[in-house]
């Protein structure tokens, strides 16, 4: 099957900020093409797999900005916690811990 690098591009972007993803195996799902072809199309290093990670890092932060929020004034805080964990950065990572 013939994949449309361009496309394939637009639709990993437009997923990402659409389903609100963190993870490059989350873009893969939503996309139609399987992981070699996207590694193919977007090798490590590449300008388009870059704006791909900072459209995922924007959605961390966006959601870990809320999460803190919520914590601050929520009784679910067990729930909160284990997606904030999720998506944490090392540092973050060894702060909760």
């Known amino acids: 099957m013939a994949y449309n690098r ?3 591009f637009e639709q990993a972007k437009e997923a990402i900020e659409k389903n609100n993803l963190f993870f490059i195996e989350d873009i893969v799902a939503f996309i139609p093409c399987s992981k070699p072809t996207f590694y193919e199309f977007f090798p490590p290093e590449s300008d388009e797999l870059n704006t791909l990670k900072d459209l995922l890092e924007q959605n961390k932060i966006k959601t ?5 929020a919520k914590l601050w004034k929520s009784n679910k805080a067990a729930e909160l916690l284990a997606l904030y964990r999720l998506i ?7 702060k909760l811990n």
């Not at 870990?64 to 803190?68: L, P």
């Not at 944490?88 to 060894?94: S, Y």
């Open 88 to 94: 944490a950065t090392p540092e973050e990572h060894q």
């Open 64 to 68: 870990k900005s809320g999460i803190r």
């Open 6 to 8: 361009a496309k394939i």
